[in-house]
């Protein structure tokens, strides 16, 4: 190889290592800004704490009162020994449970049988007050991953400092039924 040669390959080689920094610099700013979160994202997505209808302590009733909770992230979580708990101490434990990314489960307070979508409590009694509680949901080390409050008093707030959770509700589940006030009598 000539010397005019040798400059030659060592300029393009110091031209491919300089395009490759520079694309690997502009990928940093979108990871480091959170653009994909990397982790599992377990959340507290809605709740509904006051089940349709009359109050009456069916099971039917004590299953349409809920707590979902989504993983937004890729990875699946495995739930085992989290709990998700009330401000009165009213705490389920999960056991066997794996969420996958991108997944949601429901935590229905009644009876029922367990499948990757909806889990039960399997109580006889509400447990979620409809005019002011909170849902508290820990991992396995009893760390808090996530919280949500409601006030009947303060429509519209989540317990996260805003009126609107950002998805497009107001924290209390009601899906398109919004306007319709809490209390039905079953506390």
Do not use: C
Not at 70 to 77: A, F, K, L, Q
Not at 98 to 104: A, D, E, I, K, P
């Amino acid at each position: 190889m000539t010397a005019s040669q040798t400059f030659t390959a060592r300029r393009l080689a110091a031209a491919a290592l300089s395009a490759a920094a520079l694309v690997g610099a502009a990928a940093l700013p979108a990871a480091a800004n959170g653009a994909e979160p990397r982790g599992p994202q377990v959340e507290i997505s809605k709740v509904q704490y006051d089940a349709p209808g009359h109050g009456s302590r069916s099971n039917r009733s004590l299953n349409e009162e809920w707590v979902q909770i989504t993983n937004s992230g890729r990875e699946s979580v495995n739930l085992d020994d989290w709990t998700l708990s009330n401000r009165q101490g009213r705490v389920y434990t999960f056991h066997h449970l794996r969420l996958n990314g991108h997944s949601t489960v429901r935590v229905h307070t009644g009876v029922g049988r367990d499948t990757y979508r909806d889990v039960y409590q399997d109580r006889r009694n509400f447990v979620w007050d409809d005019h002011r509680d909170t849902a508290t949901l820990r991992n396995d080390h009893r760390r808090v991953v996530d919280t949500i409050s409601w006030d009947a008093r303060h429509h519209g707030d989540d317990g996260r400092g805003r009126g609107d959770d950002g998805r497009g509700h107001d924290g209390r589940g009601h899906g398109d039924d919004h306007g319709r006030g809490p209390g039905h009598g079953h506390r």
